[in-house]
């Protein structure tokens, strides 16, 4: 059954690998899946085509026969589970490979998005000065922690798997604030990730969809 994906029709990060559908790109990158992109504009993710796949109206769904997926874990999660390459065939190891989907998704991303918003939303705010440094220090907390838990690894727990694959992608998000260069193993490990070919595949493939000119 053949794979469709959503992704915007013209990405607010312009085409550098932020928007979750390069996520979904690599897992089927990783996987070797052939995939179709169907490009979705602002206005239509709030239509009820769109909102029949993905309630919240958002980026990316996944279609594969019957199934209809949404929610970036959990497509990623799907695939890995479905496909070699992406989750260890040891039990135990499975099992940590979740954990680290769960971590980089719930503990991790979490302090990184809300710095994204208090940059571009809450610089007009009176409390902007105040908050700004609360929120960079709940992400250098984290990012000690898990700077402290890789050491000086390669990867998370061993081999690259799906763990790797969404931690990757939410360290990238932190790349212009500058708070990911205080932390030399993780930009490390990030730059890891971006020279995988399945990584340099994807990112290459949703660029291409942002440098097109616009349409109209």
Do not use: C
Not at 20 to 26: N, Q
Not at 43 to 71: N, S
Not at 102 to 127: H, M, Q, S, Y
Not at 158 to 174: C, E, H, I, P, Q
Request: aromatic fraction near 8%.
């Amino acid at each position: 059954m053949s794979i469709t994906i959503t992704a915007f029709e013209r990405s607010p990060d312009g085409g550098k690998g932020l928007a979750r559908d390069t996520r979904v790109r690599w897992a089927l990158e990783e996987a070797g899946l052939a995939y179709e992109v169907r490009l979705v504009p602002f206005r239509a993710m709030k239509e009820a085509e769109h909102l029949a796949l993905h309630p919240f109206g958002q980026i990316p769904t996944y279609e594969e026969g019957d199934l209809v997926l949404f929610e970036t874990g959990s497509i990623v999660f799907h695939i890995a589970e479905t496909h070699a390459g992406l989750l260890p065939a040891d039990a135990n190891a499975r099992a940590r490979t979740i954990t680290w989907m769960f971590a980089a998704l719930n503990t991790v991303e979490p302090p990184i998005l809300d710095l994204g918003t208090a940059r571009l939303l809450e610089g007009d705010k009176p409390w902007h000065a105040e908050r700004l440094p609360l929120v960079q220090d709940r992400i250098r907390t984290r990012l000690t922690q898990l700077a402290h838990r890789l050491g000086d690894a390669e990867w998370l727990d061993g081999a690259f798997t799906a763990g790797d694959l969404l931690m990757v992608s939410v360290l990238l998000r932190l790349r212009s604030s500058g708070i990911l260069d205080e932390y030399p193993t993780l930009a490390a490990y990030v730059a890891r990730g971006e020279a995988r070919p399945a990584y340099q595949r994807a990112f290459a493939a949703q660029l291409a969809v942002n440098a097109k000119p616009a349409a109209g």
